[in-house]
């Protein structure tokens, strides 16, 4: 079984900055391709981005690109993300995944483990 736990979520001014972490354990976090998604409220779980286990970064959607940055230390079993530039429409619970086919990270059909979640908020 693997536990995902994230962190690093809250409240910050629209321009501001957050960096959240997801902590892996109970299994061998390099196996794991790893990656972030986010659900707005009313609103469906949607893919931020993704890493692969040796640490290539896939694409985002254009409403996240060059604002967002994931990383990865498979030391701290930890993925991160790098949030800058915030938007009000960024506001939403983000949460971190895990699945060990790169291919499938991009769709929650495709996750076989997922963190609580971390809320953000973004105020105008």
């Known amino acids: 079984q693997v536990q995902l736990v994230e962190s690093g979520g809250g409240l910050v001014q629209a321009g501001g900055s957050l960096r959240l972490s997801c902590e892996v354990s109970?299994?061998?976090?390099?196996?794991?391709?790893m990656g972030w998604f986010r659900q707005a409220p009313g609103k469906e779980r949607e893919f931020v981005v993704g890493?692969?286990?040796?640490?290539?970064?896939?694409d985002s959607p254009d409403s996240v690109k060059g604002r967002f940055t994931i990383s990865r230390d498979n030391a701290k079993n930890t993925v991160y993300l790098q949030m800058n530039s915030l938007k009000p429409e960024d506001t939403a619970v983000y949460y971190c995944?895990?699945?060990?086919?790169?291919?499938?990270?991009?769709?929650?059909?495709?996750?076989?483990?997922w963190g609580k979640g971390t809320l953000v908020t973004v105020s105008s």
């Open positions: 109970g299994r061998t976090f390099s196996w794991y391709v």
């Open positions: 995944a895990a699945t060990r086919n790169l291919r499938t990270i991009v769709s929650t059909d495709g996750i076989e483990y």
């Open positions: 890493i692969s286990r040796s640490g290539i970064k896939t």
